[in-house]
């Protein structure tokens, strides 16, 4: 699985957001592929978090591609204006009011990337469905709303069986994981074949954002070479 090209998109939910745009650069820098934004409604899940207008105001600061996860309830209401401000995919999940079939064909429509995500208790096979219309799946590894929780083991069989059937349905739909990713459960989502992985406290509660991003990649890390090119 290590032939893999992973991409690495830190979750701002972790960043100093008295300085975002700072905060967006920095991981940029770092050798982010995209950022990936959390945006919650306090309905779908008990936490706000942010609305199209910072989306809007961070995109000025880089064209790294913007990961935008929708925790809300109503993601028709906001497809339009999320796109608008500089989403390159956006994420919802199945469990919304909305329907799914409508909110993938806004979507589209709008020429943004698609996914869908997944809470931990719904059942994976309610994704089916849906895998072969799908630029991304993201089965969550935490009950989705707030950063910095205990990734949950049992993502990883999820993982595996994702992966099963995008391979029989011959679709390219890529495995995105979110939550509790860090150095220790990163080479096990990418072994059962996740290839998007999200990361907050891994990687803004980091020393070096630089260093957590490749062994979050699994790449080595040459301590000499690397302390060589910081100095
Ligand atoms: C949780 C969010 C995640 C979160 C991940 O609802 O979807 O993106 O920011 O944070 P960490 O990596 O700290 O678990
Ligand atoms: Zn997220």
Request: proline share 5%.
């Amino acid at each position: 699985m290590s032939d893999r090209d992973i991409k690495i998109a830190p979750s701002i939910l972790a960043s100093d957001f008295s300085r975002l745009g700072e905060e967006v650069c920095r991981v940029v820098e770092a050798g982010a592929d995209l950022i990936h934004f959390d945006v919650m409604d306090g309905h779908f899940v008990p936490n706000i978090t942010m609305g199209p207008q910072l989306i809007n105001s961070i995109k000025q600061y880089t064209d790294c591609p913007f990961d935008v996860h929708f925790m809300i309830s109503h993601p028709q209401n906001f497809i339009d204006e999320f796109a608008d401000a500089g989403a390159d995919f956006i994420t919802f999940h199945i469990e919304i009011e909305d329907s799914v079939e409508d909110a993938i064909d806004m979507v589209k429509a709008r020429e943004v990337g698609v996914g869908i995500a997944i809470r931990p208790k719904t059942p994976i096979s309610t994704l089916f469905p849906y895998l072969a219309d799908l630029d991304l799946v993201l089965p969550m590894s935490v009950e989705p709303g707030f950063g910095g929780q205990k990734f949950i083991m049992a993502t990883l069989d999820k993982i595996e069986i994702l992966r099963k059937k995008i391979s029989e349905l011959g679709c390219g739909t890529l495995i995105e994981v979110d939550g509790g990713v860090n150095s220790h459960t990163a080479p096990l989502v990418v072994d059962r074949g996740a290839t998007v992985l999200v990361a907050g406290t891994a990687i803004f509660n980091s020393e070096n954002p630089r260093d957590a991003i490749r062994v979050l990649r699994g790449e080595e890390l040459n301590t000499k070479r690397d302390n060589n090119w910081d100095v």
